[in-house]
């Protein structure tokens, strides 16, 4: 952890961010919104036998959402939707390696939260 | 003018920075004597108003009344019965959208503008759907300001209601009132003026704007929170309908029915903010004896440096037209207002990001949100350059 909120790998992430776009024919869309900042992200998964084959994400945030779409999908490939749903504020504050303080917790979470909602009836 | 010593808040370091508080178009700091004001009340006066004979609740219900007149006074109202003290603006709007229904029907129209906070929007989407009305609303120019020309297209004989922002809060776009009311007036309508941005800002009169209704907020005028006011014009408030019922309102009350108490304490239901009441007429006191002229060309002064700076910067685009408010929103290429704010926050500068309550007003513009610096009596120039510091770091990292 640190306290420099944009380090390399935010901002890497943020202007080249990974799995970025639509995936065309999708097992689940799903959207969330963080309706204070305007952010928005869209996730794209495809599941085959509880696992995800192939996930990306499309929407328009700060840094610190991108980022964390980014690095998410990134780390679900090949993941069951179980430890989809497993993730945690912890696991996600892990992956992006910096250090987020309650008014960004929104923004950290929108990704993660949208593969939980797409996927919480899949079990 | 420099106030900050007046405001103690201010005396603190922020990640180890001097506090450059630039978020005031949110809310306002207050200084020592509003703060002392409502201790002052709380130790020594504090009773319920309007009810008891002994000297505690006399002296509450004297604080509380002084308080309606110093309101009154501020504003050029004619006196205390103009005045109604509500939670802010937000409630003053809702009472109006509710109050005014009873001369609302199918067909009718409320006149709006594209500027308005959500607080004087959604409040006439839900009386226009309770009653068949509907909305209409004044365009912008591409830089922001009102589309005054369309004024008589807008504004007919199918208006009832119009009501606008006097300052834009996210713009700073200065809304011609008087131009607007005149029209209003000429047709019949009622005409109310959202003037949250403005009367911390500006001299306002109620009768040079042409106002029938004006809303505005205590705290984002030096006062407390939990403190907002009303003002009507005395043939409004007579014709218009309670909106809260209870202890206080009444005259006479019988298990049947019940007649109102006189203005304004017909609008004033149950137990009313007292100690934020007299918090708000010590910020009153303040300002006025600051002088509202010296505090417009004091709050002038630093909008324009800002205005200016970041107009010259490159990958800053700044919203709304140059003649302003004190207040300057403004995008970073490529960079989230979030993140925007975020490194302002990191040098100690607070900021606002987001869409400010206004989001069909970015939605219209084609932004997903800004970042804003607004400013206050307390505001100094020489705060300035570290605000363009952390606009330059964002565009070194973000652009």
Known sequence: MTDELYKEVILDHYKHPHNKGKLENATVKQTEQNPICGDVVTIYLNIADNVITDISFNGCGCAISTAAASLLTDHLKGKTIEEAQNLSRDDMVSLLTVSISPARTKCAMLALVAVKNGTAGLR | ?399
């Not at chain 2, 180890?16 to 703060?35: H, S």
């Not at chain 2, 309606?68 to 109604?84: C, N």
């Not at chain 2, 239901?269 to 002229?293: N, S």
């Open chain 2, 1 to 399: 003018m420099n106030r900050r010593s007046d405001f103690p808040i201010l005396n603190q370091k922020v990640h180890g920075k001097p506090l450059v508080y630039f978020d005031n178009a949110a809310t306002t700091q207050k200084p020592r004597l509003v703060l002392d004001a409502m201790n002052q009340y709380y130790e020594h006066t504090n009773a319920n108003v309007h009810r008891g004979v002994h000297a505690l609740a006399e002296a509450a219900t004297e604080a509380y009344e002084q308080a309606h007149r110093t309101v009154a006074k501020f504003i050029s109202a004619p006196g205390m019965e103009s005045i109604i003290f509500t939670r802010g603006t937000t409630e003053s709007l809702n009472l109006l959208s509710y109050s005014l229904r009873d001369r609302l029907k199918k067909g009718d129209e409320i006149v709006l503008t594209r500027l308005e906070h959500h607080s004087n929007l959604i409040p006439w989407q839900q009386a226009a759907k309770a009653t068949g009305a509907t909305l209409k609303f004044l365009e912008l120019t591409p830089t922001g300001e009102l589309d005054i020309s369309a004024l008589d297209k807008v504004i007919t004989d199918k208006t009832k209601i119009v009501t606008t922002t006097h300052v834009s809060n996210v713009l700073g776009t200065v809304v011609p009132v008087k131009q607007i009311a005149d029209r209003a007036h000429q047709i019949g309508a009622t005409m109310i003026v959202d003037a949250a941005q403005s009367v911390p800002h500006l001299p306002i009169s109620v009768k040079k704007l042409g106002a029938d209704f004006l809303a505005f907020s205590g705290h984002k005028m030096y006062g407390p929170t939990g403190i907002g006011v009303l003002f009507g014009t005395k043939d409004a408030l007579t014709a218009l309908l309670p909106f809260l019922f209870g202890g206080e309102m009444v005259h006479e009350v019988s298990y049947e029915t019940s007649t109102w108490n006189r203005l304004p304490w017909k609008f004033e239901a149950g137990t009313p903010p007292i100690a934020e009441g007299v918090g708000l007429a010590a910020a009153i006191e303040y300002l006025a004896k600051l002088g509202m002229d010296k505090i417009a060309q004091h709050e002038h002064k630093i909008t324009k440096a800002c205005y200016d700076s970041l107009k010259t910067m490159d990958k800053i685009t700044v919203l709304g037209p140059e003649e302003r408010g004190s207040l300057v929103s403004f995008t970073v290429d490529g960079a989230h207002a979030h993140d925007v704010a975020a490194l302002c926050d990191q040098v100690g500068v607070a900021v606002r990001a987001g869409h400010h309550c206004a989001m069909p007003l970015h939605l219209h513009l084609g932004i997903p949100a800004s970042t804003r610096a607004s400013f206050g009596v307390y505001s100094q120039e020489t705060e300035l350059p570290v605000l363009y510091d952390a606009l330059e770091k964002a565009v070194r990292l973000f652009s």
